[in-house]
Nanobody
Framework: QVQLVESGGGLVQPGGSLRLSCAASGSIFSIGTMGWYRRAPGKQRELVATITSTNYENYSDSVKGRFTVSRDNAKSTVYLQMNSLKPEDTGVYYC?????????????WGQGTQVTVSS
């Protein structure tokens, strides 16, 4: 069984920064692409950023230049450094990972962590 556990959300003022972490645990053989998605109030979940196992990064246009995704393969952890936060960045942030376990690849999700940007 695989678990993704997120941490680092909270309340921050506009222009501030937060760093999210997501650690994978369980009987993991290998981890492929990892990433972050978010669901703003009243909207559908959308991609924020992804990073492949070879560290190729991809960002949504709305966060490009402000957010940075990174990973530590030794710790099975993906991070999201969020700078210059805006009120429209408010939402629940979910981590996502493609994981090889017991001979097959599956996609796993974390439980979500709330990020609120408000003065």
């Amino acid at each position: 069984q695989v678990q993704l556990v997120e941490s680092g959300g909270g309340l921050v003022q506009p222009g501030g920064s937060l760093r999210l972490s997501c650690a994978a645990s369980g009987s993991i053989f290998s981890i492929g692409t990892m990433g972050w998605y978010r669901r703003a109030p009243g909207k559908q979940r959308e991609l924020v950023a992804t990073i492949t196992s070879t560290n190729y990064e991809n960002y949504s246009d709305s966060v490009k230049g402000r957010f940075t995704v990174s990973r530590d393969n030794a710790k099975s952890t993906v991070y999201l450094q969020m700078n210059s936060l805006k009120p429209e960045d408010t939402g629940v942030y979910y981590c996502n990972a493609n994981i090889l376990m017991a001979g097959s690849w599956s996609t796993y999700w974390g439980q979500g962590t709330q990020v609120t940007v408000s003065s």
